[in-house]
């Protein structure tokens, strides 16, 4: 089984948010949604990540931008929207998916996603690492 089948299949049966795979072995896994779990492989284990492969519930542009900067060897999603594909396709970053969408939700469903917002303009991830940096230091000081 390579690195991506593993990644999926604890990802689905485990019910989790991300799932990292490396040379056969687990690196990361994170039950938490949003954002978050990206962003810590792209500011804490990037090196470790490199060449890795990712499962993940939800892929828009701002994670497939950090999966273009952590070098990620290829990527499962549940749901990529098409801004998420573009950026997997500029990385090279070969990808497949249960569904796509045009784009990924807030939470209330009511608007995009904010990390959706933030990265629409950004082309440089390291950019956007800053942005999500702020962004998350905002919420969670709320």
Request: glycine letters at 8%; aromatic letters at 8%.
């Amino acid at each position: 089984m390579n690195d991506i089948d593993i990644a999926k299949k604890i990802l689905v049966e485990e019910n989790l948010g991300i799932v990292v795979v490396k040379e056969g072995k687990e690196i990361f896994r994170s039950t938490d949604r949003g954002i978050g779990p990206m962003y810590t492989l792209a500011t804490e284990m990037r090196e470790e990540s490199y060449k890795s492969s990712i499962a993940d519930k939800i892929i828009g542009r701002g994670a497939a931008l950090l999966c273009g900067y952590l070098g990620i060897e290829e990527l499962y999603g549940k749901l990529i929207s098409e801004s998420g594909i573009s950026a997997l396709e500029h990385y090279n970053i070969p990808y497949f998916m249960d569904n796509s969408c045009p784009y990924i939700m807030n939470r209330e469903k009511t608007d995009h996603c904010p990390i959706e917002k933030l990265s629409q303009d950004v082309e440089e991830p390291e950019i956007l690492i800053e942005k999500i940096g702020k962004f998350l230091s905002s919420i969670n000081s709320k």
